[in-house]
Nanobody, 125 residues
Framework: VQLQAFGGGSVQAGGSLRLSCAVSGRTFNSYFMGWFRQPPGKEREFVAA????????YYSDSVKGRFTISRDNAKNMVYLQMNSLKPEDTAAYYCAARPGGNKFRASYTDLYPNWGQGTEVTVSS
């Protein structure tokens, strides 16, 4: 599969952005999907993940309650709605895919073989 993330931009603290990830291929609904981010000068970190059907979601503690991940299997799209943004949310955001529905270690970057290019999010105070 190929992934393309978009929707990043600059926003003031407290604002919102919606990231989108378009996924090619006819087997999208067989991929467990995740969003990760890499702040400037730091390692890539887990943000959120969603199950094959979209019924189950998983979040890092730092974004829980502010971000919402969702997917549309009919459109081969994954979304990340980001509300109440903080300056510490500034990062390059990546969507990632892994085959199968196992949620085991959903936050581990090494378990996702497919990645899109990053989209930049800048939150100013």
């Amino acid at each position: 599969v190929q992934l393309q993330a978009f929707g990043g931009g600059s926003v003031q603290a407290g604002g919102s952005l919606r990231l989108s990830c378009a996924v090619s291929g006819r087997t999208f609904n067989s991929y467990f999907m995740g969003w990760f981010r890499q702040p400037p000068g730091k390692e890539r970190e887990f943000v959120a993940a969603v199950s094959l059907s979209g019924d189950s979601t998983y979040y890092s503690d730092s974004v829980k309650g502010r971000f919402t991940i969702s997917r549309d299997n009919a459109k081969n799209m994954v979304y990340l709605q980001m509300n109440s943004l903080k300056p510490e949310d500034t990062a390059a955001y990546y969507c990632a895919a892994r085959p199968g529905g196992n949620k085991f270690r959903a936050s581990y970057t090494d378990l996702y073989p497919n990645w899109g290019q990053g989209t930049e999010v800048t939150v100013s105070s």
